[in-house]
Structures are given as structure tokens and as C-alpha cells.
């Protein structure tokens, strides 16, 4: 039984063969392929690069905190409300605020530690007067030594007690200065260490940079910060948010093209059909590689005024390299296209060098012989064939290019290819879609033929096609129309 089935689907599938080669046959008789066509139109064309980039603040601050400790409260934002995202703040307005009390503690220590090193100050000064009245009084001893003398009146060692108590005298001064300038010296140290821990206790505090909108806020009340060899970040500070910046990823390839001033537009995924404009500031020199790719940052200024451009939006950025008004333009696709040989007018096929043949292929040897007639080619229907109309070419936004030539006229209908026949023309290739349709119907005749053994509805048996009761017809998928099939031969 499995041999006569393959038999008889081999047999089906013959047939659907022939039908299929007599349909093909049938169109090759026909007038030629059908053409997809454009038209050359007239207008402004602009040739552009693409590329991606980011939307940034023109000018933002991060503000961090120099001290360590526990945030016990935000500041008020000019609204009076406490200061979160998007809060507007002014300079110098408080944003938030540390606790102070190891602060306050080492401003106390460090007072403390400049009054002792006054007070020992006023002592060395005090000491030091006190050894000037030594000194004063070991001169005049001395002055009196000297004029008696080592004699009967005065003793030798009398004498050298006299000069020794002089010279320590004037040495106890010199040491009184001495501790006068080190106690000085201490004094200043100390109130240094003062003027440290009031800053410290000042940093406790923290205060608004500059005026502008609070974009970030990295802390929350209760939140520790930590700052050792970096300062923590506590706040983003967008300065003017009505100026910003576009900063574009550009590839090597084509940041030769891009240089300051030049006119760009973007669009962003925010603001669907709308197109913002602005101007190349700068182009980066720190390079990056990213996959062997070196890409560089080219920054574009634009005006938010309107405040609809958020930071940080992806921005779908065309830098403009050229702009031609009204000029004559034709669709890539017509360009790029090129005939068999086959369907271009006899007279000018004398271009093909000899020895070429004709090919099927989408860019045949006598399209490239007439490319060498100008810088593009147009196909233009000519009756049964093409004529091909050669070109200048020009800019390109990469569906449009500027075209010109002699015989190029605004409104000129060209060819762009050939149209591939669907289903639903009648004219399809029959052997994949057929082979399901013949399933199809082969299920529902196995159906009709199952019913036709029973009463069928009104006491008629449904019209069936002689192959729907042959013992070879194919069974539907999963094998659903077997047992039918089987039923009808057993009756």
C-alpha cells in the first residue's frame, strides 16, 4: 500500500510540474516583465552623516562633600520646598547639611590649645623681664669688679663670681627671647589649627556652587558620607539648562568632513517628527577604540529655550556637508539598477565589447559598458525595452542623488527594477504554494467522501472529483484523512 501512495503522489506531483511550465510558458509570451518605476523630481537636496549621540547639560557641577559624617537635613529650594530633583537653587543656598558635633568638638580642642599657647607666651615675656632685671644687676656687679680689681679689696675668685654671674645673666635673656619666639610660633600654629576646624565645621554645611537645576541627588537624610582621597558626590547641578550640548560618537572615517560652525539637525525619540537644529562647537581629540574602531566626540551647541530637550536623551544627529537648491534628483534604486541585455533596445546594445554575453544577472557587462558613457545611468521604458539615459551625479542623502545631463527632465519617469508577481496577480510560481492547496483540497474531498457513505444533510451525497476517492490520494498532515480513506474501501 505505501508503494501505490508514492506512486500516486509522484503522479500528483508531475501534473503540478506541467501546470506549472505551462503557466511559465504562458507568460514568457507575454510583453516583457513589468517595471517598477520613479520619477526624477525637482527640489533642494542635502548630503548628510549620521550619527548617535547624547544630550548634556551645556555647564553642570557636581558638588561633593569634604567632610565625613551623617546628613541631618536638606536645604530649602527657592520654591521653599526641601531640595530635590529638579530643584532650582541660587548660589550659596544651602543644600544640605552634616552633622556637626565631632566638628564642633575639634574647634573647642583647638581654642583651647591657642589659649595655652598664649598664656605661655605672656609667661616667656614675664620670664623674660625677670632676667633682664638679673642681667641689669650682674652689669653693675661687674662694673664694680672691674674697677677695683684683683687686689687686697677683692678677692681673684671674687672677681671671676662677678664676670661668670654677668655672662649667665645675658645668656638667661637670649634663652627668655628665645622661648618668647617659640611660644609665638606655637600661638600661630594653634590658631591654624583653629581657623582648620572652623572650616571643617563650615563644610558641614553644604552650599550651592553656582544658580541653576538640580538634576541628581545621590544622598538621603541619615545617609553617612564618606570622604577620604575623593570627595563624594551629593548633588548634579545643571547650570543653564536652556543651552545644551549634543555630544555625537563620530567615526574616523568621517570626522574629516565635520569641523566648528557647521549646521546640524537631530531628532530625538521624545519628540517624534520633530527636528531641532544647531551648530558644531568643537571636535574632541581624546579618541577612543571601541572594536579596533576609533570614534571621536564632536560636541554641538543648541538652544533649549523652549526647555523641551532633556539631558541625557539619545539624539539621532545629521551633520549637513552640502546643500543644492533646486536641482534635478533621482531615487538611489533607479541608479543603482541595470537591465539584462535582453531588455534594452537593440540600437543600443552596440556598447557591449566583443565577446561579452548577455547575463541574467542584476549587473550585466553591457550596463557597465554604458556606465562608462558618464558618471550614472537612468533606464527609461522605450516600447517593448529600455533606453538608457547616462548621467552626471552629484550629492547624495542616500535615498535621493543629484542627477544632470542632456536628455534629464524634471518629472522623467525611470525604471528602479522589476516587479516580483505575487500570489494575489495569478501569476506565482505554482510549486511551493501549490503543494498546500493540494493538501488542502485533498483533505476536505477525503471529508466529503467519509460524509458521502452516511446521510448527508437533505439525503444528497457532495460532489467529489474522481481523484478524491483513488486509493493513492495523499493524506493530510498528522494523518487525519487515513481513516476516512480506509472506511470508504472497506464498504
Same mark, same amino acid.
Given at each position: 500500500?505505501?508503494?501505490?501512495?508514492?506512486?500516486?503522489?509522484?503522479?500528483?506531483?508531475?501534473?503540478?510540474? /506541467?501546470?506549472?511550465?505551462?503557466?511559465?510558458?504562458?507568460?514568457?509570451?507575454?510583453?516583457?516583465?513589468?517595471?517598477?518605476?520613479?520619477?526624477?523630481?525637482?527640489?533642494?537636496?542635502?548630503?548628510?552623516?549620521?550619527?548617535? %549621540?547624547?544630550?548634556?547639560?551645556?555647564?553642570?557641577?557636581?558638588?561633593?562633600?569634604?567632610?565625613?559624617?551623617?546628613?541631618?537635613?536638606?536645604?530649602?529650594?527657592?520654591?521653599? &520646598? !526641601?531640595?530635590?530633583?529638579?530643584?532650582?537653587?541660587?548660589?550659596?543656598?544651602?543644600?544640605?547639611?552634616?552633622? !556637626?558635633?565631632?566638628?564642633?568638638? =575639634?574647634?573647642?580642642?583647638?581654642?583651647?590649645?591657642?589659649? *595655652?599657647?598664649?598664656?605661655?607666651?605672656?609667661?616667656? @615675656?614675664?620670664?623674660?623681664?625677670?632676667?633682664?632685671?638679673?642681667?641689669?644687676?650682674?652689669?653693675?656687679?661687674?662694673?664694680?669688679?672691674?674697677?677695683? /680689681?684683683?687686689? +687686697?679689696?677683692?678677692? *681673684?675668685?671674687?672677681?671671676?663670681?662677678?664676670?661668670?654671674?654677668?655672662?649667665?645673666?645675658?645668656?638667661?635673656?637670649?634663652?627668655?627671647?628665645?622661648?618668647?619666639?617659640?611660644?609665638?610660633?606655637?600661638?600661630?600654629?594653634? *590658631?591654624?589649627?583653629?581657623?582648620?576646624?572652623?572650616?571643617?565645621?563650615?563644610?558641614?554645611?553644604?552650599?550651592?556652587?553656582?544658580?541653576?537645576?538640580?538634576?541628581?541627588?545621590?544622598?538621603?537624610?541619615?545617609?553617612?558620607?564618606?570622604?577620604?582621597?575623593?570627595?563624594?558626590?551629593?548633588?548634579?547641578?545643571?547650570?543653564?539648562?536652556?543651552?545644551?550640548?549634543?555630544?555625537?560618537?563620530?567615526?574616523?572615517?568621517?570626522?574629516?568632513?565635520? &569641523?566648528?560652525?557647521?549646521?546640524?539637525?537631530?531628532?530625538?525619540?521624545?519628540?517624534?517628527?520633530?527636528?531641532?537644529?544647531?551648530?558644531?562647537?568643537?571636535?574632541?581629540?581624546?579618541?577612543?577604540?571601541?572594536?579596533?574602531?576609533?570614534?571621536?566626540?564632536?560636541?554641538?551647541?543648541? =538652544?533649549?529655550?523652549?526647555?523641551?530637550?532633556?539631558?541625557?536623551?539619545?539624539?539621532?544627529?545629521?551633520?549637513?556637508?552640502?546643500? &543644492?537648491?533646486?536641482?534635478?534628483?533621482?531615487?538611489?534604486?533607479?541608479?543603482?539598477?541595470? !537591465?539584462?541585455?535582453?531588455?534594452?533596445?537593440?540600437?543600443?546594445?552596440?556598447?557591449?565589447?566583443?565577446?561579452?554575453?548577455?547575463?541574467?544577472?542584476?549587473?550585466?557587462?553591457?550596463?557597465?559598458?554604458?556606465? %562608462?558613457?558618464?558618471?550614472?545611468?537612468?533606464?527609461?521604458?522605450?516600447?517593448?525595452?529600455?533606453?538608457?539615459?547616462?548621467?552626471?551625479?552629484?550629492?547624495?542623502?542616500?535615498?535621493?542623488? +543629484?542627477?544632470?545631463?542632456?536628455?534629464?527632465?524634471?518629472?522623467?519617469?525611470?525604471?528602479?527594477?522589476?516587479?516580483?508577481?505575487?500570489?494575489?496577480?495569478?501569476?506565482?510560481?505554482?510549486?511551493?504554494?501549490?503543494? %498546500?492547496?493540494?493538501?488542502?483540497?485533498? @483533505?476536505?474531498?477525503?471529508?466529503?467522501?467519509? *460524509?458521502?457513505?452516511?446521510?448527508?444533510?437533505?439525503?444528497?451525497?457532495?460532489?467529489?472529483?474522481?481523484?478524491?476517492? /483513488?486509493?493513492?490520494?495523499?493524506?493530510?498532515?498528522?494523518?487525519?484523512?487515513?481513516?476516512?480513506?480506509?472506511? /470508504?474501501?472497506?464498504?
Amino acid at each position: 500500500m505505501r508503494i501505490i501512495k508514492t506512486l500516486i503522489v509522484l503522479v500528483v506531483l508531475v501534473v503540478i510540474a /506541467g501546470v506549472a511550465w505551462h503557466f511559465y510558458l504562458q507568460r514568457a509570451k507575454g510583453d516583457g516583465p513589468d517595471y517598477r518605476t520613479a520619477t526624477v523630481t525637482q527640489g533642494t537636496l542635502v548630503s548628510t552623516i549620521g550619527a548617535t %549621540g547624547t544630550i548634556e547639560p551645556e555647564e553642570q557641577v557636581d558638588v561633593g562633600a569634604q567632610v565625613a559624617g551623617k546628613i541631618i537635613q536638606f536645604g530649602m529650594d527657592t520654591a521653599g &520646598h !526641601p531640595v530635590d530633583y529638579n530643584s532650582v537653587v541660587k548660589e550659596g543656598q544651602v543644600l544640605a547639611k552634616i552633622d !556637626p558635633t565631632l566638628y564642633e568638638s =575639634d574647634v573647642k580642642t583647638a581654642q583651647a590649645q591657642l589659649a *595655652q599657647a598664649q598664656a605661655s607666651v605672656a609667661v616667656a @615675656r614675664a620670664n623674660l623681664l625677670q632676667n633682664q632685671a638679673q642681667l641689669e644687676n650682674a652689669l653693675q656687679n661687674w662694673k664694680r669688679a672691674q674697677q677695683l /680689681g684683683p687686689s +687686697e679689696a677683692l678677692a *681673684q675668685t671674687n672677681y671671676d663670681a662677678y664676670k661668670a654671674a654677668y655672662d649667665a645673666a645675658k645668656a638667661n635673656v637670649a634663652a627668655a627671647e628665645a622661648t618668647i619666639t617659640e611660644d609665638q610660633a606655637n600661638v600661630s600654629a594653634a *590658631q591654624a589649627n583653629v581657623d582648620k576646624a572652623m572650616q571643617n565645621l563650615n563644610y558641614c554645611v553644604i552650599e550651592s556652587p553656582v544658580n541653576g537645576t538640580i538634576i541628581d541627588r545621590r544622598v538621603d537624610i541619615g545617609q553617612t558620607v564618606v570622604s577620604s582621597l575623593s570627595a563624594p558626590s551629593l548633588f548634579l547641578i545643571a547650570r543653564d539648562l536652556h543651552r545644551m550640548e549634543v555630544w555625537v560618537a563620530v567615526n574616523e572615517a568621517d570626522v574629516g568632513n565635520i &569641523h566648528p560652525g557647521q549646521a546640524v539637525t537631530f531628532t530625538v525619540d521624545a519628540f517624534p517628527g520633530e527636528t531641532f537644529r544647531g551648530t558644531v562647537k568643537s571636535v574632541r581629540l581624546n579618541a577612543t577604540m571601541t572594536q579596533n574602531v576609533v570614534i571621536y566626540t564632536v560636541v554641538v551647541g543648541t =538652544d533649549n529655550s523652549s526647555g523641551r530637550l532633556l539631558p541625557y536623551l539619545t539624539a539621532n544627529v545629521q551633520f549637513e556637508l552640502a546643500r &543644492h537648491e533646486n536641482i534635478l534628483q533621482a531615487p538611489n534604486a533607479a541608479l543603482r539598477w541595470t !537591465p539584462d541585455l535582453k531588455e534594452i533596445a537593440p540600437q543600443y546594445r552596440q556598447g557591449l565589447p566583443l565577446g561579452q554575453q548577455p547575463s541574467s544577472a542584476p549587473a550585466t557587462p553591457s550596463a557597465r559598458a554604458y556606465k %562608462g558613457m558618464g558618471h550614472g545611468m537612468l533606464w527609461v521604458k522605450d516600447g517593448q525595452y529600455l533606453k538608457p539615459v547616462p548621467v552626471r551625479t552629484g550629492i547624495t542623502d542616500g535615498v535621493m542623488t +543629484e542627477v544632470a545631463g542632456r536628455d534629464v527632465t524634471d518629472g522623467m519617469i525611470v525604471v528602479t527594477g522589476e516587479k516580483v508577481t505575487s500570489a494575489d496577480d495569478g501569476v506565482t510560481n505554482p510549486f511551493a504554494p501549490q503543494f %498546500g492547496k493540494v493538501f488542502q483540497r485533498n @483533505r476536505q474531498q477525503n471529508q466529503q467522501h467519509a *460524509q458521502g457513505q452516511a446521510p448527508a444533510a437533505g439525503g444528497q451525497e457532495q460532489p467529489q472529483k474522481p481523484a478524491a476517492g /483513488g486509493p493513492g490520494q495523499p493524506p493530510a498532515s498528522g494523518g487525519q484523512g487515513r481513516g476516512p480513506r480506509q472506511g /470508504g474501501r472497506g464498504q
